[in-house]
């Protein structure tokens, strides 16, 4: 069922979301990144809402065939080119992979070759940029907003049809979801793993591609951006290329442990999933660099170390934090975390057969220090972003404050469900580690 307050929230979202987007990057696009000024224009009278709409740039079929070019190239990566990267790159999880089990019982099978198609996009770009010049690398930039809409269409589409494939041919009608509210339906989506043919699978592909594929692309176009306007790139861009860039690698590098997380193993794909990684993720995610380019930020050599610090530590415990859980998991417990036998809870809980199950849940290492530490690292190195642009602007703190709302939301929705999984036995594991985040403190 679903509660007055979800419904509230998606109808927000539905009607808000969007308009945040557009909101962010006309500020940029028409004062200079200031969230302030268009409101203080409008209410003083001397801007009318007509007066910016008529100012933003509108969808061009230059824009349409970029966009229509960058999705069915990442398309035929993704499906027709099998993973070759696990052959030669020692630890690296490639190839054909198993999803987790499904709540109808279906273990689905993957392609993961997404390291691959960031290599061969990011070789493609740099051969262009450096002895083909078909195009310039400040293109992204160039069609930013006309390239909005054409996001914003395709997020709708896929949205609409996953909802519409649900209803009338699912790939899997025991793993749909129908709650009977047609806006929560539309959000979250009916179809735990919408499908087309065997390989393509909805959730996968627009979580990772083409996305998070085109994050450190277009951060690239940003700084080629700054170089042909000011005439250098500032040490506060090449941070923000180096410390995405590497949060990007480790999405692809570790693609396969991805199908072991919430996204896949827990989420339908809907609105939220459709339009947020076609939209919402590139176009908010990346506001450190489009906001340097208008305010281009020289860090001092010591600032500049210290955010590099701040991040790649923030990197460190978000990877070694998801890395003890994953060895813990797979040796059930017969490992060594920091030198010694980890420590955890026994638990159990019922399935909707009445099966007995058993599980374990570690309460050493990172996770003795608090039940989501990899969070915490992830919101040091969100932190880390958006201290490259320095503090005269609000904008690009978006980020840190968006993530701190989405993981902390993450760790109520996921310890509920934990709650309702395990029941006393998670007030026992709750006692041991009292803390969500913060050691200490949260």
Avoid at 112 to 130: D, E, K, M, P, R
Avoid at 162 to 175: E, Q, R, S, V
């Amino acid at each position: 069922e679903v509660d007055w307050f979800s419904l509230a929230s998606i109808i927000f979202l539905l009607m808000f979301a969007p308009l945040i987007v557009y909101y962010f990057i006309m500020s940029c696009d028409q004062y200079q990144c200031s969230l302030i000024d268009p409101v203080i224009d409008v209410l003083t009278g001397n801007e009318h809402l007509s007066d910016i709409w008529n100012k933003t740039p509108t969808l061009t079929y230059r824009a349409a065939g970029i966009y229509t070019l960058w999705v069915a190239f990442q398309v035929v990566l993704y499906v027709c080119i099998p993973d070759f990267c696990h052959k030669f790159l020692p630890g690296y999880v490639g190839g054909v992979q198993e999803g987790a089990v499904t709540p109808a019982g279906v273990v689905n099978k993957y392609e993961i070759n997404g390291l691959q198609a960031w290599i061969i996009t990011h070789v493609l770009w740099f051969a262009n940029a450096y002895y083909f010049h078909c195009f310039s690398p400040t293109i992204i930039f160039d069609n930013w907003i006309p390239l909005l809409w054409c996001a914003n269409i395709l997020g709708y589409a896929v949205s609409t049809f996953a909802m519409i494939k649900g209803y009338f041919f699912p790939t899997n009608a025991k793993d749909c979801k129908f709650t009977g509210n047609f806006f929560y339906d539309y959000m979250m989506g009916i179809e735990f793993n919408p499908r087309i043919g065997k390989w393509f699978d909805f959730k996968l592909f627009f979580n990772g591609r083409p996305g998070i594929v085109a994050w450190t692309l277009i951060n690239l176009s940003y700084a080629a951006k700054q170089q042909e306007l000011y005439g250098q790139v500032t040490n506060s861009m090449i941070l923000v290329n180096v410390l995405q860039g590497v949060y990007v690698l480790d999405f692809f590098w570790n693609e396969a442990w991805y199908l072991k997380t919430i996204d896949i193993c827990h989420d339908h794909f809907g609105w939220y999933l459709g339009w947020g990684d076609c939209v919402w993720l590139p176009y908010l995610y990346t506001l450190q660099g489009l906001y340097l380019v208008y305010h281009p930020v020289q860090l001092c050599t010591a600032n500049a170390i210290g955010i590099l610090m701040l991040g790649l530590i923030g990197y460190y415990i978000f990877r070694m934090t998801n890395h003890q859980k994953d060895l813990f998991r797979r040796t059930n417990g017969n490992c060594r975390i920091w030198g010694k036998k980890p420590e955890y809870i026994e638990c159990s809980y019922m399935s909707v057969d009445g099966t007995k199950y058993y599980s374990k849940l570690m309460t050493s290492g990172f996770w003795g220090w608090a039940r989501h530490f990899n969070y915490t690292g992830d919101l040091m190195g969100s932190l880390a972003y958006c201290l490259t642009c320095g503090f005269d602007h609000i904008l690009p703190y978006f980020y840190v404050v968006y993530m701190t709302i989405l993981l902390t939301h993450r760790c109520i929705r996921d310890e509920h469900r934990c709650f309702s999984k395990y029941g006393k036995d998670w007030k026992r594991y709750t006692a041991a580690v009292p803390y969500r985040l913060v050691p200490g403190i949260f």
